[in-house]
């Protein structure tokens, strides 16, 4: 069973950057897609992106565009999530997700990642 | 970008009692759509997809219906571990989600 653990909470300045990391064990890392999902406090999900490892390329919601870089390292099964020019409204918890189908993004989440916390204060 | 419209916000319901939820999408989104389950401080858990087909170990309580544009989400009788937060979510084009809908004990 595919297992995704996500690196810790994280507190930083404005203007700086986060990167959150998304590592698979127990099965298929490269074929299936992996997406970023953010959730605000008290607020709903919002997807920000997402890559399928195999391939290498990245796609991002237009929203953030520009802001957000997401990667994957297939050697480690490991997902990255970096976000820049951060602001207060970026403070929310970030999943990482698998899509259940492989090889599309555009396709169901069953298996979510813990989430990351990341706060956005000076 | 699809909109993802969810209704209501707030469903109160005792337990044993029957909920139906509604999404409606602004454009067609064929049959390409999940409904997730969340409760306070946890991940989304995969409830449906394809409209109308359980996850694994998702009870038989749980059915969607619906699509296009229309959806609904059913849980038959609820338990007291049902009573959380449900968004529905499109991936016909890039992934929107509902706002949620609060299933809160009546």
């Known amino acids: 069973q595919v297992q995704l653990v996500q690196s810790g909470a994280e507190v930083k300045k404005p203007g700086s950057s986060v990167k959150v990391s998304c590592k698979a064990s127990?099965?298929?890392?490269?074929?299936?897609?992996i997406s970023w999902v953010r959730q605000a406090p008290g607020q709903g999900l919002e997807w920000m992106g997402g890559?399928?490892?195999?391939?290498?390329?990245?796609n991002y919601a237009q929203k953030f565009q520009g802001r957000v870089t997401i990667t994957a390292d297939e050697s480690t099964s490991t997902a990255y999530m970096e976000l820049s020019s951060l602001r207060s409204e970026d403070t929310a918890v970030y999943y990482c997700?698998?899509?259940?189908?492989?090889?599309?993004?555009?396709?169901?989440?069953?298996?979510w990642g813990q989430g990351t916390m990341v706060t956005v204060s000076s | 970008e699809i909109v993802m419209t969810q209704s209501p916000a707030t469903l109160s319901v005792s337990p044993g009692e029957r909920a139906t939820l509604s999404c409606r999408a602004s454009q067609s989104v064929s049959s390409n759509l999940a409904w997730y389950q969340q409760k306070p401080g946890q991940a989304p858990r995969l409830l449906i997809y394809?409209?109308?087909t359980r996850a694994t170990g998702i009870p038989a309580r749980f059915s969607g219906s619906g699509s296009g544009t229309e959806f609904t989400l059913t849980i038959s009788s609820l338990q007291s571990e049902d009573f959380a937060v449900y968004y529905c979510?499109?991936?016909?084009?890039?992934?929107?989600f509902g706002q949620g809908t609060k299933v809160e004990i009546k």
């Open positions: 127990g099965g298929t890392f490269s074929s299936y897609a």
């Open positions: 394809g409209a109308s």
């Open positions: 979510q499109q991936y016909n084009n890039w992934p929107t």
């Open positions: 890559i399928i490892p195999i391939f290498g390329t990245a």
């Open positions: 997700a698998r899509g259940r189908v492989g090889a599309t993004m555009k396709h169901a989440f069953d298996i």
